[in-house]
């Protein structure tokens, strides 16, 4: 069981709301996803790799088998599904912080929601309906959604230097690769597999261990080898 | 379609797990352990099916309901009534649902269109598919590609807010300029103060060994967690 996946944190949350006012609900996620300016908050959180909110109906529970019981709910249901970078306490509070308006707007029908303000009843809100990943998978687990922001901006800006100065004068080529750093002074940091800071660290580290002991392995191997030859 | 942002898709997917047992283990906490063996494995197989970017598996026994006061203006007025009286505050409380049948949770986010997606889903960890949907409802019928992608689409709910705070390029992209990124860092720490014929030189060298416009070529692999497994 495990949220992160290196420096993703995943998300689950799934809350009631009246089913009578879903439709609200999925009226302001149509006019926040035509209209891009409503997001505008969202996207000063550069934490996020991918966010999205799903509104099942009551009656909107898959139902593939006549053998299957219908689902009897009184609530539709809105299932939030973030990956961010940071710890819980971050992401939440830099929710709470940027767009305290617009989180209540898309919760504001969900069944006892508190509001986002003031942060403790938020965060027991969130945790109590917050469901844990059984397996949670990152292409890039050593990056965070800057990094990967940052390394398009590096790899564009790498072409197009290559493509003017590979085959400049000396001179000339430190004048624009200097330029080129002055641009990229902010997009260059290191990726690590650090920090590590839940449950999966023991995963991660059993993995790492199991590698350290493979390469042991083939490291004695190798030398028996060259003892016999 | 708000499943779609540019090139970026989010898939959710629920598919209700039968009721019953496998040696005396409910087959939700069956499908819960065998997804959890995979936390154990080299790297997860999802790191096979490609232009994956993030996904998540669980299994959703059931839905909650939080009862403690909430903000919104009846919740405030019955909390006032609640003073008053006994009944009044339990008649306030919220209706308790409960789902009847246990849900296999697959919340994806991958570049692409979905049948392409599912289909190179089925055909890189079929296995692993089969094993992990055997005791959902209706996947005895699923003996294929073509079947799986009719399947999950019985399964899949619709987005009604998708928000791409990253990029929405093919992953093997992403991964490159990553690789990129990197590389690039370490050229740029290790030359500093080199003369200009010797940095371009160097330079080239580093390009020659990068190869930036190779995707196939020096790159980060999906799923990739540790930095010495990079293909150099």
């Keep these: ?229 | 379609m708000p499943d779609k942002s540019g090139n970026a898709y989010a898939l959710t997917i629920l598919s209700p797990i039968r009721a019953g047992h496998l040696d005396e283990i409910a087959y939700a906490d069956v499908v819960r352990s065998r997804l959890d063996a995979w936390n154990f494995l080299e790297n997860s197989p999802m790191a096979r099916v490609p232009q994956t970017y993030l996904c998540r598996y669980f299994v959703l026994d059931d839905v909650f309901t939080q009862s403690l006061g909430g903000g919104d203006v009846f919740g405030t007025w019955q909390d006032f009534l609640s003073i008053f009286s006994d009944r009044a505050r339990r008649r306030a409380l919220p209706h308790e649902d409960h789902l009847k049948s246990r849900y296999l949770v697959f919340s994806c986010n991958f570049h692409g269109d979905l049948d392409a997606y599912l289909r190179g889903m089925w055909l890189a960890i079929g296995n692993e598919i089969r094993h992990a949907w055997e005791f959902c409802y209706a996947f005895d019928q699923v003996r294929n590609a073509d079947d799986f992608v009719a399947y999950m689409k019985k399964c899949r709910l619709k987005a009604s807010l998708f928000f791409v705070g990253s990029n929405d390029d093919p992953l093997d992209e992403q991964l490159k300029a990553l690789y990129l990124k990197q590389e690039f860092g370490k050229f740029v720490v290790a030359h500093q103060g080199v003369p200009a014929a010797q940095l371009q030189q160097a330079y080239r060298d580093f390009i020659a060994r990068v190869e930036p416009a190779n995707l196939a070529g020096p790159s980060w692999s999906p799923g990739q967690y540790r930095l010495r497994q990079e293909n150099q």
Excluded at chain 1, 196 to 224: F, N, P, T, Y
Aim: with cysteine.
């Design chain 1, 1 to 229: 069981m495990s949220n992160i996946a290196g420096k993703a944190y995943a998300m689950s949350v799934i809350t009631p709301v009246r089913w009578y006012m879903s439709w609200i609900n999925k009226l302001f996620f149509w006019v926040a996803q035509k209209r891009s300016s409503t997001l505008k908050g969202l996207v000063t959180l550069s934490l996020i790799h991918y966010a999205r909110w799903v509104v099942i109906g009551r009656k909107q529970f898959p139902r593939l088998h006549p053998d299957q019981p219908q689902e009897d709910l009184r609530y539709s249901y809105m299932l939030f599904f973030s990956n961010f970078n940071g710890s819980w306490d971050q992401y939440v509070d830099s929710f709470t912080f940027s767009i305290p308006s617009g989180l209540d707007l898309f919760w504001k029908w969900n069944i006892r929601y508190p509001r986002s303000v003031p942060l403790t009843p938020f965060h027991e809100y969130i945790r109590y309906n917050q469901i844990e990943a059984t397996h949670y998978y990152s292409a890039y687990p050593l990056a965070s959604s800057n990094d990967v922001k940052a390394a398009k901006k590096v790899a564009q800006a790498l072409a197009g230097f290559d493509a003017r100065c590979h085959d400049a004068e000396p001179e000339a080529f430190l004048k624009n690769y200097h330029a080129l750093l002055r641009d990229l002074q902010n997009d260059l940091g290191d990726m690590r597999p650090t920090p590590i800071v839940s449950m999966s660290a023991q995963q991660v580290e059993k993995r790492r261990q199991r590698d350290v002991r493979k390469e042991q392995e083939r490291l004695a191997a190798m030398g028996e080898e060259r003892k016999h030859a």
